[in-house]
T-cell receptor, first 117, second 115 residues
Framework: AQTVTQSQPEMSVQEAETVTLSCTYD???????LFWYKQPPSRQMILVIR??????QNATENRFSVNFQKAAKSFSLKISDSQLGDAAMYFC??????????????FGKGTHLIIQP | GAVVSQHPSRVICKSGTSVKIECRSL??????MFWYRQFPKQSLMLMAT?????????EQGVEKDKFLINHASLTLSTLTVTSAHPEDSSFYIC???????????FGQGTRLTVV
């Protein structure tokens, strides 16, 4: 079974600075997807960024970028120029590429990100 | 992005009764829908995967007779919590996707309180 580990229950960063959230995972699959989701107090899950394992290039979305190290099974999220609206729970998630219809997301325990004004 | 609507957003029910939660894809046809459960300050745990027109696939440890899932159409899946007990109180979230190669979009969740 796949597992996703987020070792930072809480992180705090000053507004406008950069913060990196850590995620490691365990799988025997060679092809899969990795995601970072944001869950604000409203509890609506918002996709931040997605990475296909077969792609060597790290995904980026504006101020959000990942450092994907496939051999190390590491998938960290870097948030640049942190803004107050970035404050939320961040979940790292894994999904098999071909699940035969049974391929939901496996989530880490989450990191609570606090932005200090 | 596509819209997934979950209803109700909050429900309180008495112990022993059943409650139904709906998950609708509003602007796309969802061949697969997923149901998750989230306890306070914890992560989301996949409960089951529902493919349109077929029986749901439940994760290990999830009682299929207690959590009935129906995916009768390409835009609607329902989760019925039968004979609810206070320990079933939780936040239930659905997600839906068009195909294996597309992103799954989340509903806004349902907070269930069993009293």
């Amino acid at each position: 079974a796949q597992t996703v580990t987020q070792s930072q229950p809480e992180m705090s960063v000053q507004e406008a600075e950069t913060v990196t959230l850590s995620c490691t995972y365990d799988t025997s699959e060679s092809d899969y997807y990795l995601f970072w989701y944001k869950q604000p107090p409203s509890r609506q899950m918002i996709l931040v960024i997605r990475q296909e394992a077969y792609k060597q290039q790290n995904a980026t979305e504006n101020r959000f970028s990942v450092n994907f190290q496939k051999a190390a099974k590491s998938f960290s999220l870097k948030i640049s120029d942190s803004q107050l609206g970035d404050a939320a729970m961040y979940f790292c998630a894994y999904r098999r590429t071909r699940g035969g219809g049974a391929d939901g997301l496996t989530f880490g325990k989450g990191t609570h990100l606090i932005i200090q004004p | 992005g596509a819209v997934v609507s979950q209803h109700p957003s909050r429900v309180i029910c008495k112990s022993g009764t059943s409650v139904k939660i709906e998950c609708r894809s509003l602007d796309f046809q969802a061949t697969t829908m997923f149901w998750y459960r989230q306890f306070p300050k914890q992560s989301l745990m996949l409960m089951a995967t529902s493919n349109e027109g077929s029986k749901a696939t439940y994760e290990q440890g999830v009682e299929k007779d207690k959590f009935l899932i129906n995916h009768a159409s390409l835009t609607l899946s329902t989760l019925t919590v039968t004979s609810a007990h206070p320990e079933d109180s939780s936040f239930y979230i659905c997600s839906a996707r068009l195909s294996e190669n597309t992103e799954a979009f989340f509903g806004q969740g349902t907070r269930l309180t069993v009293v």
